[in-house]
């Protein structure tokens, strides 16, 4: 059974940081793709960055200069580093990740970003 697994969210004041982490479990799925979603109560999922199996990065115009979306191979790992966090980053933040064409959600983590 494979899972993402998302970690790092919480809350925090307007201006600061957040580091989120994806990774898989619980089976050999290899990462070649993912993105980071977020989605705000009343809102659609919204895609906010995402990375290809070739480093390739993409972001949302709201989050550009200020989030920054990487992978670590050797850990099997995608990271969303989040600076410069304004109270309308608040959401549930989803990792996605596609490999050997399967592709899968995780569960979510909370963020919350306070004026």
């Known amino acids: 059974q494979v899972q993402l697994v998302e970690s790092g969210g919480g809350s925090v004041q307007a201006g600061g940081s957040l580091r989120l982490s994806c990774a898989a479990s619980g089976s050999t799925f290899r990462i070649d793709a993912a993105s980071w979603f977020r989605q705000a109560p009343g809102n659609q999922r919204v895609l906010v960055a995402s990375?290809?199996?070739?480093?390739?990065?993409n972001y949302a115009d709201s989050v550009k200069g200020r989030f920054t979306i990487s992978r670590n191979n050797a850990k099997n790992t995608v990271t969303l580093q989040m600076n410069s966090l304004i109270p309308e980053d608040t959401a549930v933040y989803y990792c996605?990740?596609?490999?050997?064409?399967?592709?899968?959600w995780g569960q979510g983590t909370q963020v919350t970003v306070s004026s």
């Open positions: 996605w990740g596609f490999g050997a064409g399967r592709s899968y």
């Open positions: 990375i290809t199996s070739g480093g390739t990065t």
